[in-house]
């Protein structure tokens, strides 16, 4: 017989994230078994996150993935967003108008990566030779900024050209003995470091590099070979010049480190040091900004990263992903022998089927110190790492973990935060950004604004986290109340069930109060006061439902469509009744 009636108070459910990792192991109501198009508020509440707005006046009638995104800062104060699609090999500049500036290039692979540097954007990919934008016209290959040879011409010590009679995109050739040149072509050598005598002047052939990735660093290019073991690092502010004369040159990492059977995955930068991401390898260099005084500064054997576009700086850490999980540079290096920090061990299982199933050049990632959460796109899922109170901790062997949650329906092919902190995606055929309350997608052969659910749900509980007595006897809950704080009125859709059974129970419930905490636009101010951020004023709603059923261990949740505005959930209050001992 029931004997007892409690109310249970649930001050900010789910605030520490999703944890499915430990989810039969009697978690307490501050994780969350699914966490659905959730951000995390400053309040750190779980609150619906906002939306993917087009903002591609004219998307693109084939729909085209858009598989990279990138800013390319041509000044100070001039910027261009250019994005790649990947299915046709185009280049286009712009946000709400897309212009086409491949021009005649043309490409077999097409996941780009972009640098700046003096005023230009490089990208490169694989198996293709470097290409170069400069703001204006098209791209084109950096290889046909080396003059043509010419007949009868005094060279200097450095000066380059290209074969005329023998054209190939794949080398160029220095002058190492200044001098005139002959009256006629020489026959250029295709062996790297080879050379030919022409009259009075010497040229020694050099490669242009062929990878995968690419980084702009201490005042230079730094970008991966077509063997995958070699890096090429270009002159001082100069994309077209790799050779030793004009202070360029290699990185022979499979015969001097680690490399021998493994390959480049990535490069970045870390405390001023040059980071080389392989897969099973990190190496780890001092004193980039003299490359000839490069030395081996530190080295992680039996850990890499497994997609390119997954490394991010954020705050004064560097983030990858592993074949196990996110990592963290900083304390991989610090805890030296010791099992390397693990961001993402509260999804670790769920995390590495996803790996292990997606193509890995399709695995994007984006930071925001904005927003305080790194983005990982893996396969149709954004998954959401919320580190707005770890950026400035103190680095000691016990790390807190980011709170993370996954983001559905929203499907970007790629991300980017541009340096005014808007988060631009790649869609296809369009370019989105973070904003709003609605995800645009294609509906037919028109961009339509969509609703997305916002989905809570707790892990089974049986209520110890109250009191230990209450751990084995059954639980009859006869009513639920959620308090929220919301720029509309919306409709709870609650859910629950008992002792791991798939039977479930739904009930739906709207708010009871309209407390305004604001009115007119939800920022206030003419700074913010576009259509874009304004809307109908935030209320404290309550929002109670009836609950049924019985069972020793119980879950709990709600469905809300987003649907134009905000939600967060401040609370929820259960009201439930004890009873025997369950067997």
């Known amino acids: 017989?029931?004997?007892?009636?409690?109310?249970?108070?649930?001050?900010?459910?789910?605030?520490l994230g999703l944890n499915t990792q430990s989810s039969a192991v009697g978690l307490g109501p501050e994780w969350g078994l699914f966490l659905d198009n959730v951000e995390f508020d400053n309040l750190g509440r779980i609150a619906a996150r906002k939306g993917l707005l087009k903002v591609t006046t004219s998307a693109i009638a084939s729909k085209p993935t858009f598989g990279n995104i990138f800013e390319y800062r041509q000044t100070a104060t001039t910027s261009h967003i250019i994005s790649g699609d990947s299915t046709?090999?185009?280049?286009?500049?712009?946000?709400?108008?897309?212009?086409?500036?491949?021009?005649?290039?043309?490409?077999?692979?097409?996941?780009?990566?972009?640098?700046?540097?003096n005023g230009r954007v490089i990208a490169v990919t694989k198996e293709e030779f470097p290409i170069y934008w400069t703001g204006s016209s098209n791209f084109d290959y950096i290889h046909n900024q080396h003059s043509n040879w010419a007949a009868a011409t005094a060279y200097a010590l450095g000066a380059t050209v290209k074969a005329v009679s023998s054209a190939t995109k794949e080398r160029y050739f220095v002058c190492t003995s200044a001098g005139t040149s002959g009256g006629s072509e020489p026959t250029f050598p295709s062996a790297e470091g080879a050379t030919v005598v022409d009259n009075g002047a010497t040229w020694t052939t050099v490669k242009m590099p062929k990878?995968?990735?690419?980084l702009s660093a201490f005042g230079r290019l730094w970008a991966a070979d077509s063997d995958k073991t070699t890096i090429r690092f270009s002159a001082l502010n100069n994309e077209k010049l790799w050779d030793t004369t004009n202070g360029g040159g290699t990185i022979d990492l499979v015969n001097n480190f680690a490399f021998g059977k493994d390959e480049i995955i990535a490069l970045s930068t870390f405390n001023?040091?040059?980071?080389?991401?392989?897969?099973t390898n990190i190496t780890i260099f001092n004193s980039?900004?003299?490359?000839?005084?490069?030395?081996?500064?530190?080295?992680?054997?039996?850990?890499g990263c497994v997609a390119r576009d997954t490394v991010q700086t954020i705050g004064s850490d560097l983030?990858?992903?592993?074949?196990?999980?996110?990592?963290?540079?900083?304390?991989?290096?610090?805890?030296?022998?010791?099992?390397?920090?693990?961001?993402?061990?509260?999804i670790r299982t769920d995390i590495i089927k996803e790996i292990n199933t997606v193509t890995k050049e399709d695995i994007?990632?984006?930071?925001?110190?904005?927003?305080?959460?790194?983005?990982?796109?893996?396969?149709?899922?954004?998954?959401?790492?919320?580190?707005?109170?770890l950026i400035s901790s103190v680095k000691t062997l016990e790390v807190p973990l980011p709170k993370i949650s996954r983001w559905l329906g929203m499907e970007p092919?790629?991300?980017?935060?541009?340096?005014?902190?808007?988060?631009?995606?790649?869609?296809?055929?369009?370019?989105a950004k973070y904003s709003g309350y609605n995800d645009s997608t294609w509906s037919g052969s028109d961009v339509v604004s969509g609703t997305y659910n916002f989905k809570y749900r707790s892990n089974w509980q049986d209520f110890g986290f109250i009191s230990p007595e209450l751990q084995a006897l059954y639980k009859m809950p006869k009513k639920i109340k959620t308090t929220v704080t919301e720029g509309q009125e919306y409709t709870l859709n609650y859910f629950w069930a008992f002792d791991y059974i798939n039977t479930e129970y739904r009930q739906s419930a709207t708010a009871i109060l309209n407390n305004l905490v604001s009115s007119g636009s939800q920022w206030g101010t003419s700074e913010w006061g576009v259509a874009e951020w304004s809307g109908d004023a935030e209320a404290v709603d309550s929002v109670p439902a009836q609950l049924s059923g019985s069972g020793q261990n119980m879950q709990y949740g709600f469905d809300i469509t987003i649907d134009g505005s905000t939600i967060a959930i401040q609370q929820i209050e259960l009201l439930i009744k004890i009873g025997r001992v369950a067997r």
Do not use: H
């Not at 796109?377 to 998954?383: A, F, I, M, N, R």
């Open 88 to 117: 046709n090999g185009k280049l286009y500049s712009g946000t709400t108008t897309l212009t086409d500036i491949t021009g005649s290039l043309s490409f077999t692979n097409k996941n780009w990566q972009f640098a700046n540097l």
């Open 1 to 15: 017989m029931a004997t007892k009636l409690i109310p249970v108070s649930i001050p900010s459910p789910g605030n």
């Open 288 to 303: 980039p900004v003299i490359p000839t005084s490069l030395a081996l500064a530190d080295s992680v054997v039996g850990m």
């Open 272 to 279: 001023n040091q040059l980071i080389v991401f392989g897969k």
């Open 211 to 214: 990878g995968n990735c690419i």
């Open 364 to 389: 994007k990632s984006c930071w925001s110190e904005k927003e305080g959460f790194y983005l990982l796109k893996l396969g149709s899922t954004v998954y959401n790492f919320d580190f707005k109170k």
């Open 319 to 346: 983030l990858f992903l592993s074949g196990d999980g996110l990592r963290s540079l900083s304390r991989t290096i610090e805890l030296e022998k010791m099992p390397a920090q693990d961001f993402s061990q509260n």
């Open 413 to 431: 092919d790629s991300m980017f935060v541009a340096r005014d902190e808007t988060i631009y995606f790649g869609k296809k055929g369009f370019v």
